[in-house]
């Protein structure tokens, strides 16, 4: 645990201070800022590579401030790709997390695990990384506790585009050194609002993908979360029409050849219609409701069919994104390419 030690720490000493940008506009102070904890299953879709480096361009420019990010996929190799992301963007002091006791061998869909093991022509790493050994870092549902102990009550958004295996072990968590409240009354008392990429609705009928894969832990997420906490999911159908194609994502990354994502898709199959579905929920979580169409509020219930039954209701806590127009989704486009772009 001693890493991981050291990277509290440095999140006591330096978390209350946002980067700084090159222009000389003010910024938000800290308590304007969304305050964001990345969930992901990071290593079989490259969206997830695009998320968190939105969200990393959004802390640096003192929009939001990432607490932490957690890896809801099993094996130290998912971790390893994480901490490459982390530490080549400058965020190695980032808080890591991953799951040890999740979903058992889930689909990949563009295998990049081998991120952390690229070599140079020399055989030297291609990537640092911040640390050495991931068995010291604390699952999941651990740092939630952690870091959700530690912030204001009602600030923390979290932002899930993968499984919620670590969610829904944080609901059914009890009391512990860093909070007397369960995990259900932890995240009703610090989370301001869930993102999730994920659900089905409309007219459609048809089991959603990230829910499917572990329907136990989609069970208890939808069974034990706090009715009175928001929960937006971004459906697959939204992002449907936001593509980033390999060639463009290799072009917008000219200005450097070792990039772990240019590095992903030069080593990689990526043309597999890979979509930008979730870096809509990091722009979501960060720039608000200002640039989504959103259903009324309502209810969800999860069929065992992994289908999401939405019931509208005033009261409810649940919503989520409707389809947008194709200029939509070109300045959706155009967010995350201008983060890549961005040197």
Known sequence: MKQFVFQLLILMMTGFSLSSCTDDKPKPTTKEVPLVI????????????????????????????????VVDREGE????????????????????????????????????????????????????????????IPDGWQLYRILLASQPDHSVSIVS?????????????????????????????????????????????????????????????????????????????????????????????????????????MNCNCNTGQKMWDPLTVVNAVEGDVLFKMSPRGRVTLTDEAETIFTQSPGGNFRYHLPGSNAWAATMLWKIRNATTDR
């Open 38 to 69: 990345f969930d992901t299953d990071i290593g079989s879709s490259t969206d997830d590579l695009f998320a968190l480096e939105t969200l990393y361009r959004y802390h640096d420019a003192g929009l939001c401030r990432l607490l932490g990010v």
């Open 77 to 136: 190799e998912y971790a390893a790709c994480a901490d490459v992301m982390n530490t080549f963007f400058g965020h190695g002091d980032t808080p890591l997390a991953l799951v040890r006791k999740g979903i058992s061998a889930p689909k990949v869909w563009i295998d990049y695990k081998a991120l952390p093991a690229y070599t140079n022509p020399d055989g030297t790493p291609m990537f640092n990384r911040t640390l050495s050994d991931y068995s010291t």
């Open 161 to 265: 585009v993968g499984f919620v295996t670590c969610l829904a072990q944080l609901l059914e968590s009890q009391g512990d050194s860093y909070s007397p409240l369960s995990g259900v009354e932890l995240v009703r008392r610090k989370v301001k609002c869930a993102y999730l990429m994920g659900g089905v609705f409309g007219n459609s009928e048809e089991s959603d993908f990230n829910f499917a894969q572990g329907m136990e832990f989609a069970k208890t997420f939808f069974e034990l979360w706090p009715d009175d906490v928001d929960v937006v999911f971004s459906p697959m159908e939204v992002g449907q029409e936001i593509e980033y194609t390999p060639d463009q994502v290799i072009a917008d990354i000219s200005w450097i050849d070792k990039h772990p994502i240019k590095q992903v898709y």
